[in-house]
């Protein structure tokens, strides 16, 4: 099969079931454990830009979540009014697990912790992946989950919360976070997408007339194969050519994980965003 202007992940035996699982550290320290690795990949060179009017195949991807846990983190009136942040965990993962990395967060925040719509292992995928995958099809299910969590994130965040959502996760949780600035972008302040990835069917061809454009902020190992850092890379360059925002943080040497760099990184970047938020609210 020719790979050449396809974003290919080979996803080798799935009868050994493959996960991102980012879980926190133990609290009390500062090193999370290792995530582990979601497919193994064999990229080739990015495909070119798809025509606006490009069509995605058809993907169940379940209910919107099956779980959706609510967290409110800092010093303060239970009924204060406080910025939104949806954390969205990887494959395979669950809420329960992948809120241990957010454990400890000082800022002010009203935090949703959703599940994944589809039952994958001991945990839950945001959408199917089965077999080989292109970038089209990987687009299709990325597509659908976004439509779909949007859906939730605009009834989580109702008409009491401060400004706009911001949104963070993980590997499938990072390429969801990516696909919800860019396809909702008057919906969404910011996006801290870690390990993730925009396919390129999903990369707006001109950023929509009048549209906000969110802050990024992506982190990203460059030794990360399974989703790789030179697609991560290209994203970025693709949203910055759109005139969004992205600050592009990149760990030497740093594969399929969360370090304990990043981690305090992930949550600097949040408490940074969450009094953004707050101080632009009314």
Known sequence: MRQTGILLFALASFQALACDRAPA?????????????SVSSSP?????????????PEVDVGPVVVEAFHERTGDGPADDVLPVVVVIHGLGDNPHSFWKLFQGFSGRAHFVVPAGGLKWGDGFAWWPITGQIDEKNMAA?????ATRLMQGIRVWRGS???????????????????????????????AIPVSGLLPTPMVPVAWPAGA??????????????????????KTVESLRALGVEVDFKVYPGVGHTITAEMRRDLLAELAVAVAREARLSP
């Open 141 to 145: 299910g990325l597509d659908a989950a």
């Open 212 to 233: 906000p454009r969110p802050r990024i902020v992506a982190l990203h190992g460059d030794a990360d194969e399974r989703v790789p850092f030179s697609y991560g890379k």
């Open 160 to 190: 009491r919360a401060v400004g706009r959502p911001i949104v963070t996760g993980f590997s499938q949780g990072g390429m969801l976070s990516f696909a919800l600035a860019a396809k909702y972008p008057q919906d969404i302040a910011e």
């Open 44 to 56: 080739a060179a990015a495909s070119p830009a798809a025509p606006a009017d490009t069509a995605f």
């Open 25 to 37: 550290p133990v609290p009390g320290t500062s090193t999370p454990a290792a995530a582990s690795p």
